[in-house]
């Protein structure tokens, strides 16, 4: 088994992203959350917003309420996919890996082409270092998806780790097209790194021959 190239930056992956309604504003996709927004705020709800949103809502500011809430919108048939797939995040947050896996599988059960909860299941499965199956859920959410380029950084670590070197160098460039400047820099050390290991991995197959 090889191992995680090493590279500047506060972590080794990019983390979790939340299911929302689409439409709906996206996270800015190239920012690290490194501090936990405030939580006493007065939450005001738009007239008519369904059991989802008000989740969401809640989960945006780490409330605990954010749970019960999710948990009533999938009773409701309130964006059930998207509940699932945000409910897993909060459970795995918890420590409770089980419970977040049967959560992310249970939204593909609603929708096998949901994007967030392959990339958390991609995640989930790079903790518990089962790289294979990592990486098939991170190429199938670049495949719904393949605007998302916090995939791509993930997917090139776990094919480097399976020594997919090519690949690797394929997917962190591609994730180095769809950010700032500044934000594809953490990437470049590793970018470069992939790139030797691939031209001494050549060398040494002509070496042989």
């Known amino acids: 088994m090889g191992q995680i190239l090493k590279f500047p930056g506060p972590a080794p992956k990019f983390g979790y992203k939340r299911a929302r309604k689409r439409g709906q504003a ?3 996709p190239d920012q690290l959350i490194l501090f936990p927004q405030p939580t006493a705020q007065i939450l005001e709800f738009v007239p008519g ?16 309420k954010a749970a019960e809430l999710y ?12 509940a699932y797939c945000n409910l897993g995040i909060i459970e795995s947050k918890q420590g409770n890996t089980a419970k977040a896996f049967d959560c992310f599988t249970t939204s593909l059960k609603h929708n096998p082409r949901h994007s967030e909860a392959h990339y958390n299941l991609g995640n989930l499965y ?10 098939i859920h991170y190429e199938m959410a670049a495949e719904v ?7 791509y950084f993930n997917l090139a670590l776990v094919q480097a780790i399976n020594n997919e070197l090519a690949a690797a160098v394929s997917a962190l460039s591609k994730y180095q097209e769809l950010v700032s ?3 594809g820099r953490i990437a470049g050390e590793l970018l470069r790194n992939l790139k030797k290991s691939l031209a001494a991995a050549s060398n040494s197959r002509f070496g042989s021959t």
């Open 126 to 135: 790079f903790d518990a270092n089962d790289f294979r199956l990592a990486q």
């Open 26 to 28: 996206a996270e800015n």
């Open 181 to 183: 400047e500044d934000a």
């Open 71 to 82: 948990r009533r919108a999938i009773e409701e048939h309130d964006c059930e996919a998207d």
């Open 49 to 64: 917003s369904s059991r989802f949103e008000q989740a969401l809502t809640f989960d945006e500011r780490d409330d605990g």
């Open 145 to 151: 998806d393949p605007s998302f380029p916090n995939v």
